[in-house]
């Protein structure tokens, strides 16, 4: 079965300390992986993408194809960060790329 | 470009009721998902219409249905409303691969 595990509910930080939010998956096939964050009273929306291999915000994100993981990290976590992060993955099977499949999510919460 | 616009924002039902919800998507977005996010079971996956055709489904009953018009606006109906159906219900157009670009939701509370 296709399915995310995000194994945190909550992860509690300070300003400037590093930061890593698990994201392990179950997939048969090759997935597409996202991180899609929420910020307070904002819309769901898309962070990053493993095929793009960027740095958002100064979150990066490596797939793990052997352990099947796509963490997202960034070294230097700052007070706006604070948000909800989900990973998803979206089935690459014919018709199947805009189903995406998510984690239930992550709080990070950064402090001062 | 306006974004994915979802209404109503919100709205109150009783059990046994129907409700139909409506989502426009961002201009030439041509795929329109819908998502149900509840504390319980977070963002599931309802079904995904492309070009008026239901081209994914989730593993929802037959009670929540869908539609797509020639405009790619999309509607959601849920009949038969029960107090598990109280949800946020998040509508996402894409132009493909994942990228999704989601609406702020419509909050469904079945009293």
């Known amino acids: 079965a296709q399915r995310v595990t995000q194994p945190e509910k909550l992860l509690s930080v300070f300003k400037g300390a590093p930061v890593e939010l698990k994201c392990n998956y179950s997939?048969?096939?090759?997935?597409?992986l996202f991180w899609y964050v929420q910020y307070s009273r904002q819309r769901l929306q898309l962070l990053l993408r493993?095929?793009s291999r960027e740095s958002i915000k100064g979150f990066t994100a490596d797939l793990n194809k052997g352990e099947t993981s796509f963490h997202l990290k960034k070294p230097f976590a700052q007070e706006e960060d604070s948000a909800m992060y989900y990973c998803?993955?979206?089935?690459?099977?014919?018709?199947?790329?805009?189903?995406?499949?998510f984690g239930a999510g992550t709080r990070l919460a950064v402090h001062p | 470009k306006a974004g994915v616009t979802q209404t109503p924002r919100y709205l109150i039902k009783t059990r046994g009721q129907q409700v139909t919800l409506s989502c426009s998507p961002i201009?030439?977005?041509?795929?329109v998902s819908w998502y149900q996010q509840t504390p319980g079971q977070g963002l599931q996956f309802l079904f995904e219409?492309?070009?008026?055709?239901?081209?994914n489904k989730g593993n929802f009953p037959g009670r929540f249905s869908g539609r797509q018009f020639s405009n790619s606006r999309s509607e959601m109906n849920v009949s038969t409303l029960e107090l598990g159906d109280s949800a946020l219900y998040l509508c996402?157009?894409?132009?493909?691969?994942?990228?999704?670009?989601f609406g702020q939701g419509t909050r469904l509370t079945v009293v």
């Open positions: 493993h095929i």
């Open positions: 201009s030439g977005h041509r795929s």
């Open positions: 219409y492309f070009s008026e055709t239901q081209r």
């Open positions: 997939y048969s096939g090759s997935p597409e």
């Open positions: 998803a993955l979206t089935h690459s099977s014919p018709g199947g790329y805009n189903k995406l499949i």
């Open positions: 996402a157009s894409s132009l493909g691969g994942g990228l999704a670009f």
